[in-house]
């Protein structure tokens, strides 16, 4: 994988499950990765990437990022030294295959080493 800034690894993240590149996705992922959203946590890269290809309620939707916030946005490598976490913020809908809007969210990402490491999802209760 190439070197990404962590906003860069961020939507690409997206851009892996969209598209179905599942070692694509894994790539970017650290093996100790968390997941943490509303309904379940997953814990491992090789769980998350399993249940992203195969467990998934929808898998024909669209993530658009509207937003996406940086650590420290002054600083082009968007990291520290290494072994250092990162953070990106990054807002944003999630869309059915018609195009309709499922929800929005807003995801935290952990960035460690050039890999996402951790990830905690937010959705609004309604």
């Known amino acids: 994988m190439c070197e990404q800034t962590p906003a860069a690894l961020a939507r690409s993240y ?3 499950i969209d598209t179905d ?3 694509a996705l894994a790539d970017r992922l650290d093996p100790a990765f ?3 959203r509303p309904d379940q946590t997953l814990r491992g890269r090789d769980r998350f990437v399993t249940f992203m290809r195969e467990d998934r309620p929808m ?3 669209e993530h658009v990022v509207d937003a996406v916030y940086a650590t420290d946005p ?3 490598s968007g990291g520290g ?3 250092e976490a990162t953070g ?3 807002r944003g809908r999630l869309l059915e295959a018609t195009g309709d809007e499922l929800f929005t969210f807003l995801d935290v990402f952990t960035v460690t ?3 996402l490491t951790r990830l905690e999802t937010y959705v609004p209760v309604e």
């Open 14 to 16: 997206y851009e892996t």
């Open 59 to 61: 898998t024909d939707t």
């Open 34 to 36: 968390v997941h943490v």
């Open 21 to 23: 590149r599942y070692e």
């Open 74 to 76: 002054g600083d082009a």
């Open 81 to 83: 030294p290494a072994g």
């Open 88 to 90: 990106v913020a990054v």
């Open 113 to 115: 080493d050039g890999r």
